[in-house]
């Protein structure tokens, strides 16, 4: 208990940092994500083609390998030309977790925008909008409140990601835990619960809330 | 108003065909690409063989490690969901608060959390994995077979980690999987005389693995790439724990050591990347099925 006391305001100080880096990272996904699915979308090979391959090698290696790749990869090859100081944790770890949340977010544009039906898109066609109307005007709007939900539950799956950011040195919850082992290396499993409460703390109020916007959008479908 | 979208549509087509030409053009591009992978590889000819068994080594390792896991996974899982079902309040609240917890954390914490706090609270203890299975081994006299004590407990926790951690996804993936068989089959099993244990088994649980294989795959996948945060815990020479520190030992050779993190990045992408096929192949024929 002592212990817990101790450690909590670094620990309130790594939930701030925790919840910059996962703020950050998540508007430029979703910025990506949006863009990437506008690509894999479109009829042009050239714009499509380059997203699907973005897309599928993001998502077939493990955020561990993208993290240390930018990270200590990058930065060696990056000093050569003397940019090395710009390859810090927060940059690393803001650009793995956003590029690799871009992936999936990609993904869940693309199901919002399928699921809006094709049929409004023949429609407002017909009706002379043109292709650019019809998606911002008709398909687009109709697409947001289908994709919140798994925006949310992305949002959490990052939370707990950005744990990642520890193993290169970035100061975050996750790097709190191994700080206070190198400290007190005896008893350790109350800091180990002191963490996780964190971490659901952060996550069950976004959890419920996804839920229960799920349900009210259920209803009023 | 009509001959305009006649003629936007005419327009849609019409670029569609001078793409083609372009598409030759990305075609080229892309094997270009290709190309200029490959001799990014053969700039790095003596190092490629060099590296390659060292890490191929890894990759055996981190396919055993997530073999052994996902089928504990599926244990913890398939007992998780029959928790989640339970008529019992108690154990329904206990399957609640495991998934909820563990799929509340990140499995980074969780893999520290048991390799290093649970693993010296049981040592202080005097439990030693190690130990007893040395000792089981022994009584069928083949503890030559068994690895050193070390890797071996860190590979004992990493495991039970990972799969108590996937074991609160499977849960959510079968008690879905379960309920999502029509009510009325269970019934109608049961008033031809069947217990609920028979029907569980003949009628429930082959329909609902049939739903459950696309999710499944997809979480085995998953943990094939969660394997790579054994590295931060240590102790076991799995494929990321081998590439990074195949990497610090170049630290002076900058371009060297950025290959071998391209090299271990590759070697996840051919073992995940057929998976991510086979699942997205499983899906499909399942849609198709239904």
Not at chain 1, 79 to 84: E, N, Q, T
Not at chain 2, 73 to 97: D, E, K, M, Q, Y
Not at chain 2, 120 to 126: C, P
Request: glycine letters at 8%; proline letters at 4%.
């Amino acid at each position: 208990m002592n212990l817990i006391i101790q450690a909590l305001p670094d620990f309130l100080d790594g939930i701030k940092n925790t919840i910059i880096y996962c703020v950050i990272s998540f508007a430029l996904a979703l910025l990506l994500g949006f863009a990437l699915a506008l690509m894999s979308n479109s009829r042009i090979l050239w714009l499509n083609g380059p997203a699907r391959i973005f897309i599928e090698v993001i998502r077939s290696t493990p955020m561990i390998a993208q993290i240390f790749l930018i990270y200590y990869g990058l930065s060696a090859a990056l000093a050569i030309y003397g940019l090395a100081s710009y390859d810090n944790a927060w940059t690393a770890g803001i650009a793995t977790l956003a590029l690799n949340y871009s992936a999936y977010e990609a993904e869940v544009f693309r199901a919002g925008f399928a699921s809006v039906s094709k049929g409004q898109t023949e429609a407002s066609l017909s009706l002379g909008l043109n292709e650019q109307q019809n998606f911002f005007r008709i398909v687009f709007p109709q697409a947001i409140p289908l994709m919140i939900p798994p925006f949310a539950n992305d949002l959490i799956y990052m939370l707990k990601d950005s744990a990642i950011i520890s193993v290169i040195g970035g100061v975050e919850l996750t790097s709190k835990i191994e700080s206070y082992r190198n400290h007190n290396g005896s008893n350790l499993l109350p800091i180990y619960f002191l963490a996780i409460v964190s971490y659901l703390l952060l996550s069950l109020p976004t959890s419920y809330f996804a839920r229960s916007f799920e349900r009210r959008l259920r209803a009023a479908l | 108003m009509e001959r305009a979208v006649f003629a936007e549509r005419r327009g849609i087509l019409g670029a569609r065909t001078s793409f083609t030409a372009l598409n030759y053009g990305f075609y080229i591009l892309l094997a270009l690409a290709i190309a200029g992978f490959v001799y990014y590889f053969y700039s790095f000819r003596e190092y490629v063989f060099l590296d390659l068994p060292v890490l191929l080594q890894g990759a055996v390792l981190t396919i055993i490690l997530s073999l052994i896991s996902i089928v504990l996974a599926a244990l913890f899982g398939f007992i998780g969901a029959l928790g989640r079902l339970s008529r019992f309040a108690p154990i329904r609240w206990v399957a609640f608060v495991y998934v909820e917890v563990i799929r509340g954390s990140p499995i980074l914490v969780q893999l520290l959390l048991w390799g290093f706090g649970v693993s010296t609270a049981l040592s202080s203890l005097g439990f030693d994995p190690y130990n007893v299975v040395y000792g089981i081994a022994t009584a069928l006299q083949s503890n030559s077979l068994l690895p050193d004590p070390q890797p071996f407990n860190a590979a004992f926790y990493g495991i039970i980690a990972l799969s108590f951690n996937y074991g609160a996804y499977l849960t959510e993936v079968f008690r879905t999987g379960i309920e999502s068989v029509d009510r009325g089959q269970g019934e109608a099993a049961l008033s031809l005389g069947m217990d609920s244990r028979q029907t569980m088994r003949h009628i429930v649980l082959p329909q609902a693995i049939r739903i459950t294989i696309p999710p499944f795959t997809n979480y085995f996948i998953t943990l094939v790439q969660d394997t790579a945060l054994l590295s931060a815990v240590g102790g076991i020479v799995e494929l990321q724990t081998t590439t990074t520190s195949l990497a610090s030992t170049q630290a002076s050779n900058p371009g060297r050591q950025l290959f071998v993190y391209v090299f271990g990045a590759l070697i996840f992408l051919i073992i995940c990347y057929p998976l991510a096929l086979l699942s997205g192949f499983l899906e499909r024929r399942l849609a198709k099925a239904d």
